[in-house]
């Protein structure tokens, strides 16, 4: 069983920055394939970025070029910076890992984005 948990939420003001981190169990975190989700009250959840294990990043239209998720194998994480934040960016961040066809969730961090 793999075991993923995400932290570094909070409350932020529009146009401030966070970075979020997930660390995830294992001997082999290279191999996995890694994504950042989020879920806003009432919403459904959707993707905010993925990195493989060869370092093959995809973004949501939504969050590029202000997002940057990257991973460091050593420790068994990986990250989403978050600059240029916005009201509309504030929900529950969700970390996965994907391994052997199975999805590993976290219990999600909480971003809120308000003045």
């Known amino acids: 069983q793999v075991q993923v948990v995400e932290s570094g939420g909070g409350l932020v003001q529009p146009g401030g920055s966070l970075r979020l981190s997930c660390a995830a169990s294992?001997?082999?975190?290279?191999?996995?394939?890694m994504g950042w989700y989020r879920q806003a009250p009432g919403k459904q959840r959707e993707l905010v970025a993925t990195?493989?294990?060869?370092?093959?990043?995809n973004y949501a239209d939504s969050v590029k070029g202000r997002f940057t998720i990257s991973r460091d194998n050593a420790k068994n994480t990986v990250y989403l910076q978050m600059n240029s934040l916005k009201p509309e960016d504030t929900a529950v961040y969700y970390c996965?890992?994907?391994?052997?066809?199975?999805?590993?969730w976290g219990q999600g961090t909480q971003v809120t984005v308000s003045s």
């Open positions: 996965n890992a994907y391994i052997s066809q199975t999805l590993y």
């Open positions: 294992g001997s082999i975190f290279s191999t996995y394939a």
């Open positions: 990195i493989t294990s060869g370092g093959r990043i």
